[in-house]
């Protein structure tokens, strides 16, 4: 075994793979689990004058292994008249729709697990995969309530998908590229000349200020959380799409979510903040300056992350109507608006 | 439009000083909280001041006090006296399984035998166990904290209508 182990080149193609594979099936997880007990359990009991978990370990950051726990040892249900097959597969298609997305987000200067050219055209393409995921188990349960929501859901991700990806022009236009990792070197370059005196550095967030407002307005839809949260609307309609899930399918619909939304929130900081790039602290290739690179995205999805569970914890829900009357009158004419600025812009700069 | 922006403004702004504010949360199992002033938690018994009147088993809404005594011969107060007849206590039990915590019977008892303590830790896994005889309920008298002070001018007031 030993000699089989030696044998294994370390730069074939299909051990790269593997690895890049395994890194991102252990990120999603770990993502979630740093969102879900970071804002799930501490900032919004805070912001509820609440503690949250305080027992199961220091200040109850154990608490998701037994949450964890709890959810795989439960019992498989599906209704009777339920087409079983999508059924369980739903929750799978929403899963991986999260995984694809992690794989084009660039954590270090060399530090990546794949960077295509297309890179933000593809995290907003595999992105979308999830509708499919909640369509299949609103259609799938066998339950009004969860057709309801899927197709609520359904409407609603189509419509906030536009505002989200026209938002993602506007960075883009700037850059010149689609790749992420070349957005990040195009931002880290980027700079305004003041009447020709003075070349003032910055991040796209304060020329794209509307793109960034847009784009976070969009992941807060497209995650559907409060306001926006019609499609699991607990008055309405029980949980929408997850009411018929137990056990580990529906710890499926939590991991994609929180995990969608670290993965947006990191999507969104290198877009506009800058990514893993920080002026004057990383220079060339090595491993402090990946791991350098990786701590600040990791502190720039926070603080995105952040700005999204805030407003979640902060307002009510929404009417239906007035979602979609939100996506289609105000967000996607605004980001048609930014757009044209932004190429104005790029014409005048 | 405005009034929308401002509230979610507000909305935001509201969370964001309660996230930053100390929680009220008080840890039970390992911090306890001070009990409010006249805290009804158990009815502690003052054996020695009980006359056996029975006014607080008569008064009792749901019939949870359990009282037995005899008349017997005590000690004359002077050397040469006559033997005063007492009333012994002989059993004092509230059943807390069935008490509802009014305090009518600490409110009617005319020599100060029964109290209302702060102490709240005492469910049983049986429900029987939870009579409480007169020795558990004078254990309690160790809770009992001090009456409260009287308001400014309460005595003088009480005097003057008399």
Redesign the interface.
Known sequence: LTHALLAVDLNAYWFQTLVKAVLVLVAVPTATVIIVQTFMFK?M???????GP?EAGPHGSLQLLADGGKFVQKELIAPARADRRIFFLAPVVVLISTFLMFVVIPIGPTAYAENLDTGIFYAMGVSSISVLGVLMAGWASANKYSLIGGLRAAGQLIAYELPLVLAVVGPVMMAGTLSLQGIVKAQADFHINVFGAASIRMPYVFPQILGFLLFLVGTQAELTQTPFDMPVAESELVAGYQTEYTGLPFLFFYMGEFGASFGLSAIAATLFLGGWYVPGLIHGHSLIANLIGFAVLFAKTMAVAFLIF??R???PRLREDQLQSFAWKVLIPLSLVNIALTGLFKVVF | MRSVTGG?AK??G???K??L?P???V?YPHVKEDPPTRARGVIALKEENCTVCMLCARQCPDWCIYIEGHKDKAPPRREGGKPRTVQFLDRFDIDYGLCMYCGICVEVCPFDALFWSPEFEYSETHIADLLHDKDRLGEWMETVPEPPALEAGAEAKKGAKK
Request: charged share 5%.
């Open positions: 900032v009991a805070h912001m509820q004058s609440r503690l305080m805030w407003i914890f902060s307002v | 979610f909305g935001l509201i969370t964001l309660t996230m504010t929680a009220v949360t840890q």
